[in-house]
């Protein structure tokens, strides 16, 4: 069985208010992944994939999105929510200070009003969407 970290971040979980998944999938391995609900995947089917490549992952759609596009109005619409890692500062007892990567939880605006520059700057990593499902069943 070959097993790689590349894999790491593709899964699917919902609950009962949510759907999460991981951004290591292409747009064209989410169209037929049967563990995400048909919904959804009509939405990236009709919605997502004509405004880029199949090809495409999902960490890297996420992170180029450009603010005022129809993918960041969908998305808001969606309720969305993405996991990124960040480099942070961080001081021990004794105050001195190192740096490590600390898990936040953005919009999709927030994300996109970030520069390139300032994410690249940030070291900002992109792990997971999540969206809401009764906003995805209102679409």
Known sequence: MKHTSYEDFKYSM?????????CRYTLAELLEEEALSFKFRMLVQRYILPEADPEDTLETQLY?????????????Q????????????????????????VT???????????SREEKEACGLVVQELSVS???IAGL
Request: glycine share 8%; charged share 30%.
């Open 133 to 135: 499902k009764l906003a």
């Open 14 to 22: 919902q609950d009962t208010g949510r759907v999460y998944v991981g």
């Open 64 to 76: 180029y999105l450009e603010p005022g596009s129809f993918l960041v109005k969908l998305y808001s």
């Open 104 to 114: 936040r939880q953005l919009s999709v605006e927030q994300l996109t009003g970030m």
């Open 78 to 101: 969606m309720k969305a929510k993405v996991r990124v890692n960040v480099i942070a500062e961080k001081k021990s007892l004794f105050g001195k200070a190192r740096r490590e990567y």
